[in-house]
């Protein structure tokens, strides 16, 4: 079946430094992926980063970027320079545009360290 | 904007109890689902509806009921409870099934099995 892979589930990085989180994704079913990264900030709801429904673009947001890179079956989220407002739990999730529901990743939770 | 509220934030129950959870959105959107979070599992789905009256299974559906009855609420029964299923239930909502849209989530409710 169609599904997500996140393979670090806790990442630390230095404030000012660059960040990337892994995530591939497998679709078997019919159809085109949609790919999506939520966050869930400490004390808050999950909620949506960005997203990308046709291959080869760029979602960004917050200085967040993520490209769907369809050879690779990637949606990697990177940023050039975390602050420690980021700190929280990403995870990455895919639909196809035949009609599935959402599936995510297991997560990855970020610490953003002075 | 609208907003996504899920009753109780934590439901404590015994084994073997039926327990119930209940979710209301005002952004009057189509489609709604239940998502199971576990740690180190990521976001399992376990019902969905896309109309009033309507419900469809999801990944996780066994042990489990849901109801729909109205479009701005959808409720999730657990319909006995079990230790190895403590777990956070995430209600979310969007547009239309699936697709592209954007998933709108309630802060979660926490079911704790004594």
């Known amino acids: 079946g169609d599904s997500v892979t996140q393979t670090e589930g806790q990442v630390t990085v230095s404030e000012s430094k660059s960040l990337i989180i892994n995530c591939t994704y497998s679709?078997?079913?019919?159809?085109?992926?949609?790919l999506f990264w939520y966050v869930r900030y400490p004390g808050e709801g999950l909620q949506l980063l960005l997203k990308?429904?046709?291959?080869?673009q760029k979602g960004s947001s917050r200085g967040f970027e993520a490209t769907y890179n369809k050879e690779a079956t990637s949606f990697h989220l990177q940023k050039a320079s975390v602050q420690e407002s980021d700190s929280a739990v990403y995870y990455c999730?895919?639909?196809?545009?035949?009609?599935?529901?959402?599936?995510f990743g297991t997560g990855t939770k970020l610490q953003v360290v002075p | 904007g609208g907003i996504i509220t899920q009753t109780p934030k934590f439901l404590i129950g015994q084994e073997g109890q039926k327990l119930t959870l209940k979710c209301q959105q005002n952004?009057?959107?189509?489609?709604m689902y239940w998502y199971r979070q576990d740690s180190g599992k990521g976001l399992r789905l376990i019902y969905y509806?896309?109309?009033?009256?309507?419900?469809q299974k999801g990944d996780l559906s066994e042990g489990y009921d849901a109801s729909r009855e109205k479009k701005s609420s959808f409720s999730l029964t657990v319909t006995s409870a079990q230790k190895n299923e403590m777990a956070v239930f995430l209600c979310?909502?969007?547009?239309?099934?699936?697709?592209?849209?954007?998933?709108?989530f309630g802060e979660g409710s926490r079911l704790i099995v004594v």
């Open positions: 952004f009057n959107h189509d489609t």
């Open positions: 679709a078997t079913s019919i159809g085109y992926p949609n």
């Open positions: 509806s896309i109309t009033e009256n309507d419900l």
């Open positions: 979310a909502s969007s547009t239309r099934t699936h697709s592209g849209n954007t998933l709108y």
């Open positions: 990308v429904i046709t291959a080869g």
């Open positions: 999730a895919l639909s196809l545009n035949s009609g599935t529901y959402q599936r």
